[in-house]
């Protein structure tokens, strides 16, 4: 079978990295957005039946401007959790990406287009969901993000690179959206009146966190910053989340941001773009559940503080999100992807209903378990 350009020049690009055995296939893999992800399958160099497995992306440059610095933080990251998952008596090679390094003894591998590569050691006998089917699923989600909390809960969290720089900058959001506002660039201003009453009715809220952490009395973490559930590896056999993958956005940032936007993603009884808002709402026993896991994976890391404000930060993360989509709706839907008109006001209405039934259902949240 002849092979392709494409399928040549990721043979090519496969055989700068430090594999066992040979080449064997490339095929896409997963359902990412971002990257382009591959799976190399290998074969032993002897002719053997046996074969190992890597996955390889491309990452995508056009998202994250500063791929080496990117490359720095899993780097850095990936060999600390490494250590203490040893010192704990884990498996360092299950319970954390292992990144592969080039020939030349880097963490990545630029081609002459200017592509930047990177290989990982497949994880076997796990998978991912990209949606939450039992509330375990999500249960152990929570622990798994708790615990990667507890295992970098000494790493200097200042030493990492912003890869999206005010990623979580609340207050920087809502000026955003004064601007959109302001500009009226789509003509759209008015036909969003109630949302931006929403919005700013909330203002105050806003500065929240970031004037405790500023205060010194919110401590600066390592944070994934795209806490969903498919970015955690479950075993199979068991069930259990072992791995948390996906590391790109890992910056510094605040613990309740993690937290916050689990709840955003995974506590919704609606769509994030739903269109009947009377299917929005907050499930308390799924944000229970969470807290619960998320605490327990934690192992007592999380200040008093911070587990006082987790019902702040869910909510802060909801508001920022909705002010994020009204914001590119008001811009004329450059930043988002959209699928159909008004899919990011939807998405908007979405969160803003969701922070509205948060704020009624405040003192259950707030409660101790």
């Known amino acids: 079978m002849t092979m392709g350009k494409e399928q040549e020049r990721l043979f090519q690009i496969a055989a700068e990295f430090n594999l066992e055995g ?95 590569y990177r290989m990982y050691d497949f994880i076997e006998g796990a998978v991912s969901y990209d949606a939450v089917k039992r509330p375990e699923d999500f249960y152990e989600s929570a622990v798994a993000f708790g615990r990667f909390q507890y295992l970098l809960s000494d790493y200097p969290a200042e030493t990492l690179h912003e890869t999206i720089p005010d990623f979580h900058n609340t207050v920087k959001r809502y000026q955003d959206l004064e601007a959109a506002i302001a500009a009226d660039v789509a003509g759209r201003k008015k036909s969003v009146e109630p949302e931006i009453a929403f919005a700013r009715e909330r203002k105050a809220e806003l500065g929240e966190l970031l004037d405790l952490q500023r205060a010194g009395k919110l401590p600066l973490r390592v944070t994934h910053n795209d806490t969903k559930l498919n970015n955690i590896m479950m075993d199979e056999k068991t069930g259990r989340g072992i791995c948390v993958i996906d590391l790109d956005t890992v910056m510094p940032g605040l613990s309740l941001y993690d937290f916050g936007d689990s709840i955003r993603y995974g506590a919704n009884t609606g769509a994030e773009d739903e269109v009947d808002l009377t299917r929005v709402s907050l499930d308390l026993s799924l944000y229970r559940l969470y807290k619960k896991g998320y605490l327990e994976g934690s192992q007592g890391s999380l200040s008093a503080l911070e587990q006082k404000m987790l019902p702040v930060g869910a909510k802060l993360m909801t508001l920022e999100c909705g002010i994020r989509f009204l914001t590119d709706y008001l811009n004329g839907d450059t930043y988002f992807k959209i699928h159909r008109k008004q899919q990011n006001l939807d998405r908007c209405r979405s969160q803003f209903a969701l922070v509205a039934d948060m704020e009624k259902k405040w003192d259950a949240m707030c409660k101790e378990d």
């Open 22 to 116: 040979t080449v064997h296939t490339i095929t896409p893999y997963g359902s990412g957005h971002i990257n382009d992800t591959y799976l190399v399958v290998m074969q032993e160099k002897d002719g053997g039946s046996g074969t190992k497995r890597y996955i390889l992306q491309r990452m995508n440059t056009a998202v994250f401007t500063k791929p080496l610095e990117l490359m720095e933080n899993i780097s850095g990251v990936t060999r600390y959790l490494k250590k203490k998952i040893r010192f704990e008596g884990g498996d360092p090679k299950r319970e954390t990406l292992s990144l592969i390094e080039t020939k030349r003894g880097e963490n990545c591998f630029v081609a002459e287009d200017l592509g930047y």
